[in-house]
């Protein structure tokens, strides 16, 4: 049986602070500022999926269950970061292999969803956007014959079902991590968790995400966005940045230039943190050195620490190799 969650004492600014985020710089310094000062554990499981793009060995140091996407290569099928790692997914991609997203296994929902509820545990599960992914339909699914099969839990007379709480981030990437993240900072603080639940639905309406691909070719040919208006772009050589409206993929802007775009990107981000940013986050496919330059531009800008993740190969499969994505959590 899986170990019960264990949230890390973490100091409360190193997470969140007012217009401030103070998140360690990268994925090592995030494991690395886990010191173990609370052993007891606490009744409340935590499961996402692999597109909440979290930093290397953050969910294991605390205690969050990480469901991998599939993506599909070539026409082989894997499991994302557990077949297939980031870097060897983009490198293949470069070299002309075709790729498609694909939804996790619904009985890896099922076990991490029965480890719980046997052990007579609550379980907070949060997703990828509905209306990126069928991911949380899946989630869903699994809860409900859950349900069905009555509160067979050690522990517990109550429902399944009630046990077993489900967010819709809508979104990806760290803006859906940054929602992993708050919810085991209140786990800690022993929020209940339909209170949990309430305050992530609030912050995800505050989550601002920017995307600038080099080219539109993957979201074509992977069916989030119309084929013409692929087709317009590259044939007017557009630098388009994408954002998520409602959830879906929308435009945010349409540059022709490489400057261009940079500018734009920067003037989305500043409208973004005239109320205050309280989380900051950068994604790269295979352009780390890149994206790292704007993170340092960033950092100049606005005086605030940022994380870096390299944004994981079921979304990346829409991205393409070379892109920047830039998430923001801003004040209430």
Known sequence: MAALITVEEWPRDAIHRRNTYRGPADAGAIARASPRRRATP?????????????????????????????????????????????????????????????????????????????????VLSIHIGSRLSSTLDTAHSQAALLAAKGPAARGSGAPA?????????????????????EAVRLAQLGGEPAAIVRELESMATRIRVYFMLHTMTYLVRGGRVGRAAGLAGALLGLRPILTFDDGRIAPAGRTRTARQAASRLWDLVSD???????????????????????????????GMDSLITQLGPAVGAHSGPWILGIVLIVEA
């Not at 599939?70 to 070299?95: K, M, W």
């Open 42 to 122: 606490m009744t409340l499981r935590i499961v996402t999926d692999s597109s909440s793009c979290l930093p290397s060995g953050w969910a294991e140091a605390n205690g969050v269950t990480v469901i991998p996407q599939g993506v599909v290569l070539d026409g082989t099928a894997y499991r994302e970061n557990v077949d297939l790692s980031g870097d060897d997914f983009y490198h293949r991609l470069q070299g002309g292999a075709t790729a498609t997203s694909s939804q996790p296994r619904p009985e890896d929902f099922a076990a991490a969803y029965r480890t719980a509820l046997d052990a007579g545990d609550q």
């Open 161 to 181: 079902g009630s046990r077993i709480h489900l967010v819709d981030s809508n979104s990806a990437g760290l803006g859906l991590g940054f929602l992993v993240m």
């Open 272 to 302: 973004a943190a005239r109320g205050g940013i309280t989380h900051a986050g950068f994604h790269y496919g295979l352009n780390r050195d890149e994206v790292e330059g704007w993170r340092r531009e960033f950092a100049e800008r606005f």
